[in-house]
């Protein structure tokens, strides 16, 4: 090797490590960390009073036809998860802009909650109210039609304030109603996936870990942030639901999942500059692809039999695997690992 070639190569490993020097100083991992562990924490050890409070009210799934509890068991899961989020976010939020906390990016992630102030608040309320419509659906089991009507009015909403999906088409009517239509089927898909303990919200947290990653790698550190508050909450909870409940999510914390991930579907930028592959779109669908095709095919079944498709049944994919030998909680586990396999495939998506 000629003293050129070594003065060239030494220059090339200097300028690889500035450049991997600036991407770490400039990526916040300390408060994606924070993030997670705030809500993780704050959703695990606010949910025993959301139980209490669920006891008293009598806000509980009773035992009956296709449950396998004994007792009574509260829906104290989504209003834990819930608070996991907002309480947090809410803190860091102040935190930051009081200059409190000192992080690398915090300039970035202040200039992002100040340009976003509007889309974020009707996200938020948007959570509060998808929460609420599932609490009411569990304290009086509303019917189907004013259930979807509440849905729609939060679509719309979620719609007209924040990013749209336009799939390459420019007409904003498509844009408006490709996303309601997206919101609505993410949160229905969800809603019919809390059929085991644990499924849905390890799905979720398997969902939102995976486009918190996807965001953080494209820089958008709020929608990050976003991901990694909605994981750490959904984490919080699982120890009261799975494998044995003591909580579960209802239709409360079920709509609110699927709201989150619909929501964090639709806020990451998948074809950028950067990564001008058509292609890059489906990632939401690798990372969602268990709920969707659940919902998928029991709609189909559902409708082919001449049932209501929202009437609930026993032919999910995890009451599938269950008949064919595999444990509850194996099954389970099966399908968080398949979302995990097919999630990565939506990473690699990104990197093509």
Not at 44 to 63: A, E, I
Not at 160 to 189: D, G, M, P, Q
Not at 264 to 275: D, E, R, S
């Amino acid at each position: 090797m000629t003293l050129a070639s070594v003065i060239r190569a030494s220059s090339f490993f200097r300028h690889s490590d500035l450049v991997i020097s600036h991407f770490t100083m400039s990526f916040p991992f300390n408060f994606f960390i924070a993030a997670f562990l705030g809500a993780f924490a704050t959703s695990l050890l606010t949910l025993p009073l959301w139980r209490k409070w669920c006891l008293r009210t009598n806000l509980v799934d009773d035992p009956g036809h296709r449950k396998i509890h004994s007792s009574p068991i509260p829906l104290a899961g989504g209003f834990a998860v819930l608070t996991g989020i907002l309480l947090p976010l809410a803190v860091g939020a102040v935190l930051l802009k009081l200059g409190i906390v000192k992080i690398s990016s915090a300039g970035l992630i202040v200039h992002g909650i100040d340009r976003r102030a509007i889309e974020l608040a009707v996200l938020a309320l948007g959570a509060v109210a998808i929460t609420i419509l599932g609490w009411l659906d569990d304290k009086h089991e509303l019917k189907a039609l004013p259930k979807f009507i509440g849905q729609i009015l939060i679509a719309i909403a979620v719609a007209a304030a924040c990013k749209r999906i336009t799939l390459f088409v420019h007409s904003e009517v498509f844009s408006y109603a490709i996303t309601i239509l997206w919101l609505l089927t993410v949160i229905n898909a969800f809603n019919f996936m809390d059929n085991m303990n644990g499924l849905c919200a390890g799905l979720g947290a398997i969902g939102a870990f995976i486009f918190a990653l996807i965001a953080a790698a494209n820089g958008e550190y709020l929608v990050a942030i976003t991901g990694f508050l909605m994981c750490g909450a959904l984490v919080g909870f699982l120890p009261w639901n799975f494998p044995n409940a003591r909580a579960f999510l209802g239709d409360a914390g079920s709509h609110l999942v699927g709201y989150l991930l619909a929501v964090m579907a639709i806020l990451p930028h998948f074809y950028t500059k950067q990564n001008p592959h058509p292609l890059a779109v489906l990632a939401p669908l690798l990372v969602l692809v268990i709920p969707l095709i659940d919902l998928a095919q029991v709609v189909l079944l559902r409708t082919l039999n001449r049932k209501p498709f929202w009437i609930g049944d026993v032919n999910h994919l995890s009451h599938r695997l269950a008949r064919s030998g595999f444990s509850r909680t194996k099954a389970v586990l099966i399908l968080w690992l398949i979302a995990t396999v097919v999630g990565l495939g939506a990473i690699a998506l990104q990197n093509l």
